[in-house]
């Protein structure tokens, strides 16, 4: 055994080598009231006395031969971050979180269960759809070397949900290693990002376990690292659809370097984040490429839930029986409430599909009346929600402390608390009543600390947005300053019904331009099912369109990255020197093509024959290029060292050539099979690298 690499790994415990010799070791520590003496024969040596010495001398003397390094960091791993207690804490958190999500539900007997959405899994050089993404992420953990995993998806779609269930299939190997499981809170600053993550550690490991520690066995691997919310910590404006720029990428990089700096040896971590144009940019690749392979990226896509994955086949029949249009709730909360209703009761909120979210409200409520023996009816339980909903627009937070919680609730709905107080039976004071409040369905403990939130961005956004349209004189710019709630608004009324979305929609319009013109799209979309306006000079990345009109309005060079458009109509003449860049056109129709000057790479149509009806040039190229082309397309997926493959995003390619000289270079090689195309960004395949190889590079 190495007494030198021993003396080092008792040293990064904290421990002082007090005694070294051929025979044995005594290794000391002081921590607070505990003083330690850890005895290491290095050879068949009795120790007794030694151990009796220090135990005289007031120390828990214990006496160890270790067979090899390995065993000695196992025995100081195991009981510095106390692996026996990490299993029951594993399932007490996840028994917490699964409970809060069935909380509405009350009596129902409704037990959690987890849904698998369909996602994509994206690595270095190659595409392909996942079953199953625990296990996928599990097989990463068991790898060698240093892995960074994204779970990418659209508000709402279970990022945290899939967190959480990532945690819990840890705790079988919690004998071996002691995952940490950040959640960030809503409203702290990116620029802090260290000191937040410092903070998670310091809540979840005891005091005597100094950062230093920890870093070094997030590195060994021994600690899994679990970030649920990146996206959360950024300024408004990096999550804005469009083009990251190189200043917007400084933010996004100053937290990306803490993670990293943990980014070596067997390190595994994994962060969440609302789906952006961040993880798949340029500017990312290069951030990668600075550590020099230093570690892996996979990245994980979430797509929007499949109600099949949710719903019966009955509940599906009784659905479409009553013409429900299904996209129109493909939202986990209300797929959630659907499921767990009995089939009358879904067949009379389906004769009427526009209150399906009003009814979801009224039963959850209703629940809430009985469990927590509320004497308040449920439309007087919206309107006290309504109020808190716009306090935290108000204060531009979505949590806060209880006590803070607590006093908004009394403060903006004292007449009704006293008159519910008068007709109790129990007469209840306003704090006794705020207190109840605060353990509403409606709201949940967020993070580590005692603060209270709502339990989703969707609840949070209905609420706002009712809100509003009962009192339009609350908004001015005062109320919605954030680009944050603003979007939170639209996207919850995504699923409203039609005549409280135009309502909504003429309310917030004198404002939607203070906003980033992603926003202002999603606003037209979303809520109006039609776009407005003029928008010229721009990028637009990561959005999706369903059922939207692109008639009265007008793109001028404007580049459209990763779209897509469902069931869309175009007018002639909306676009003009446009480029669509790995986009996908579902079941579209146009009155015309678009003109000369727009083009396309990378796109799909699943067969329709749409790109080649809206695009004036033929997108299917039939002409030769040249071979040079090929030269400089294919060593662009190399890295500097000429052999290590890496993603390249069509965008960056544009750079290199010609619009038509790319479009023929592109054309060739994914038909050849050298190169795989998703959306905008591109992989070089193995019989790329073989042929770049045998007949290019030389």
Same mark, same amino acid.
């Given at each position: 055994?190495?007494?030198?690499?021993?003396?080092?790994?008792?040293?990064?415990?904290?421990?002082?080598?007090?005694?070294?010799?051929?025979?044995?070791?005594?290794?000391?520590?002081?921590?607070?009231?505990?003083?330690?003496?850890?005895?290491?024969? @290095?050879?068949?040596?009795?120790? &007794?006395?030694?151990?009796?010495?220090?135990?005289?001398?007031?120390?828990?003397?214990?006496?160890?031969?270790?067979?090899?390094?390995?065993?000695?960091?196992?025995?100081?791993?195991?009981?510095?971050?106390?692996?026996?207690?990490?299993?029951?804490? !594993?399932?007490?958190?996840?028994?917490?979180?699964?409970?809060?999500?069935?909380?509405?539900?009350?009596?129902?007997?409704?037990?959690?269960?987890?849904?698998?959405?369909?996602?994509?899994?994206?690595?270095?050089?190659?595409?392909?759809?996942?079953?199953? !993404?625990?296990?996928?992420?599990? &097989?990463?953990?068991?790898?060698?070397?240093?892995?960074?995993?994204?779970?990418?998806?659209?508000?709402?779609?279970?990022?945290?949900?899939?967190?959480?269930?990532?945690?819990?299939?840890?705790?079988?190997?919690?004998?071996?290693?002691?995952?940490?499981?950040?959640?960030?809170?809503?409203?702290?600053?990116?620029?802090?990002?260290?000191?937040?993550?410092?903070?998670?550690?310091?809540?979840?490991?005891?005091?005597?376990?100094?950062?230093?520690?920890?870093?070094?066995?997030?590195?060994?691997?021994?600690?899994? @690292?679990?970030?649920?919310?990146?996206?959360?910590?950024?300024?408004?404006?990096?999550?804005?659809?469009?083009?990251?720029?190189?200043?917007?990428?400084?933010?996004?990089?100053?937290?990306?370097?803490?993670?990293?700096?943990?980014?070596?040896?067997?390190?595994?971590?994994?962060?969440?984040?609302?789906?952006?144009?961040?993880?798949?940019?340029?500017?990312?690749?290069?951030?990668?490429?600075?550590?020099?392979?230093?570690?892996?990226?996979?990245?994980?896509?979430?797509?929007?839930?499949?109600?099949?994955?949710?719903? *019966?086949?009955?509940? !599906?029949? !009784?659905? %479409?029986?009553?013409?429900?249009?299904?996209?129109?709730?493909?939202?986990?909360?209300?797929?959630?409430?659907?499921?767990?209703?009995?089939?009358? *009761?879904?067949?009379?909120?389906?004769?009427?599909?526009?209150?399906?979210?009003?009814?979801?409200?009224?039963?959850?409520?209703?629940?809430?009346?009985?469990?927590?023996?509320?004497?308040?009816?449920?439309?007087?339980?919206?309107?006290?929600?309504?109020?808190?909903?716009?306090?935290?627009?108000?204060?531009?937070?979505?949590?806060?402390?209880?006590?803070?919680?607590?006093?908004? @609730?009394?403060?903006?709905?004292?007449?009704?608390?006293?008159?519910?107080?008068?007709?109790?039976?129990?007469?209840?004071?306003?704090?006794?009543?705020?207190?109840?409040?605060?353990?509403?369905?409606?709201?949940?403990?967020?993070?580590?600390?005692?603060?209270?939130?709502?339990?989703?961005?969707?609840?949070?956004?209905?609420?706002?947005?009712?809100?509003?349209?009962?009192?339009?004189?609350?908004?001015?710019?005062?109320?919605?300053?954030?680009?944050?709630?603003?979007?939170?608004?639209?996207?919850?009324?995504?699923?409203?019904? &039609?005549?409280?979305?135009?309502?909504?929609?003429?309310?917030?319009?004198?404002?939607?331009?203070?906003?980033?013109?992603?926003?202002?799209? %999603?606003?037209?979309?979303?809520?109006?099912?039609?776009?407005?306006?003029?928008?010229?000079?721009?990028?637009?990345?990561?959005?999706?369109?369903?059922?939207?009109?692109?008639?009265?309005?007008?793109?001028?060079?404007?580049?459209?990255?990763?779209?897509?458009?469902?069931?869309?109509?175009?007018?002639?003449?909306?676009?003009?020197?446009?480029?669509?860049?790995?986009?996908?056109?579902?079941?579209?129709?146009?009155?015309?093509?678009?003109? %000369?000057?727009?083009?396309?790479?990378?796109?799909?149509?699943?067969?329709?024959?749409?790109?080649?009806?809206?695009?004036?040039?033929?997108?299917?190229?039939?002409?030769?290029?040249?071979?040079?082309?090929?030269?400089?397309?294919?060593?662009?997926?190399?890295?500097?060292?000429?052999?290590?493959?890496?993603?390249? *995003?069509?965008?960056?390619?544009?750079?290199?050539?010609?619009?038509?000289?790319?479009?023929?270079?592109?054309?060739?090689?994914?038909?050849?099979?050298?190169?795989?195309?998703?959306?905008?960004?591109?992989?070089? &395949?193995?019989?790329?690298?073989?042929?770049?190889?045998?007949?290019?590079?030389?």
């Amino acid at each position: 055994m190495d007494t030198k690499i021993l003396d080092s790994v008792f040293d990064q415990y904290g421990y002082e080598l007090k005694e070294k010799c051929e025979q044995y070791r005594v290794y000391l520590l002081h921590q607070g009231m505990y003083y330690g003496a850890e005895i290491v024969a @290095l050879q068949e040596y009795d120790c &007794s006395d030694i151990v009796s010495e220090y135990s005289k001398l007031g120390y828990a003397a214990k006496f160890h031969h270790f067979n090899a390094i390995e065993d000695a960091e196992k025995y100081l791993f195991d009981g510095f971050f106390k692996t026996t207690l990490t299993s029951n804490r !594993i399932k007490k958190r996840y028994n917490d979180f699964a409970s809060m999500q069935v909380k509405p539900y009350g009596n129902l007997g409704v037990a959690y269960e987890y849904i698998n959405v369909p996602y994509s899994i994206i690595d270095s050089n190659e595409v392909q759809n996942g079953v199953n !993404i625990v296990n996928d992420i599990n &097989s990463i953990f068991a790898k060698d070397g240093a892995y960074l995993m994204i779970i990418e998806a659209a508000a709402g779609f279970g990022k945290t949900c899939t967190a959480f269930e990532i945690y819990k299939s840890l705790e079988p190997i919690t004998t071996n290693t002691k995952p940490l499981f950040a959640e960030l809170s809503n409203n702290r600053n990116a620029k802090e990002f260290r000191y937040v993550l410092m903070s998670e550690i310091e809540d979840e490991f005891n005091a005597g376990i100094n950062t230093d520690l920890v870093i070094h066995n997030i590195k060994r691997g021994k600690i899994p @690292l679990l970030i649920d919310g990146f996206d959360e910590l950024l300024s408004k404006n990096i999550d804005t659809g469009r083009k990251i720029s190189t200043s917007d990428f400084e933010e996004v990089e100053t937290m990306l370097s803490t993670i990293g700096d943990l980014l070596s040896d067997n390190a595994k971590i994994v962060i969440t984040s609302r789906k952006t144009a961040i993880f798949s940019g340029d500017q990312f690749n290069e951030w990668v490429d600075s550590y020099e392979s230093a570690f892996n990226v996979v990245r994980f896509q979430l797509e929007k839930p499949q109600i099949l994955h949710w719903l *019966t086949s009955e509940q !599906i029949d !009784i659905l %479409n029986t009553n013409n429900v249009p299904l996209d129109n709730i493909t939202n986990p909360v209300l797929l959630t409430y659907l499921r767990n209703i009995d089939n009358n *009761t879904l067949k009379s909120i389906s004769r009427e599909p526009d209150t399906i979210v009003d009814k979801y409200f009224e039963f959850l409520l209703n629940r809430e009346q009985e469990r927590q023996q509320l004497v308040i009816p449920y439309q007087d339980q919206m309107k006290i929600f309504q109020n808190l909903a716009k306090s935290f627009a108000e204060f531009d937070i979505t949590a806060e402390s209880r006590a803070f919680v607590k006093d908004l @609730l009394i403060d903006r709905n004292k007449s009704k608390l006293s008159y519910y107080r008068a007709i109790s039976s129990q007469k209840p004071s306003f704090e006794e009543l705020a207190d109840t409040l605060t353990n509403h369905a409606l709201l949940d403990r967020i993070g580590n600390r005692d603060y209270i939130g709502f339990i989703n961005e969707f609840i949070f956004g209905v609420l706002l947005g009712k809100s509003i349209l009962e009192d339009a004189a609350c908004l001015l710019r005062e109320t919605i300053r954030s680009e944050n709630i603003f979007e939170k608004i639209i996207y919850a009324f995504r699923y409203a019904k &039609s005549s409280d979305k135009i309502k909504l929609h003429n309310i917030l319009s004198p404002i939607r331009t203070d906003f980033s013109i992603f926003s202002q799209i %999603n606003f037209d979309a979303l809520l109006r099912n039609k776009i407005n306006g003029n928008f010229n000079n721009t990028n637009l990345n990561s959005i999706e369109f369903y059922d939207v009109k692109f008639d009265d309005c007008n793109f001028d060079t404007v580049i459209f990255t990763d779209i897509t458009f469902s069931k869309c109509s175009f007018g002639q003449g909306v676009f003009e020197n446009c480029g669509f860049i790995g986009c996908k056109f579902k079941e579209c129709n146009c009155s015309n093509n678009s003109g %000369n000057s727009n083009y396309c790479f990378g796109c799909k149509d699943y067969d329709s024959n749409f790109i080649n009806t809206f695009f004036l040039s033929d997108n299917s190229v039939t002409e030769e290029c040249e071979n040079d082309d090929e030269k400089i397309v294919l060593s662009k997926y190399f890295k500097v060292d000429g052999k290590t493959p890496r993603m390249k *995003t069509i965008t960056s390619l544009r750079n290199e050539l010609t619009i038509n000289n790319l479009t023929k270079v592109l054309h060739k090689l994914e038909n050849n099979g050298y190169i795989i195309i998703n959306g905008n960004n591109t992989y070089i &395949s193995k019989d790329g690298i073989g042929f770049y190889n045998k007949y290019i590079s030389k």
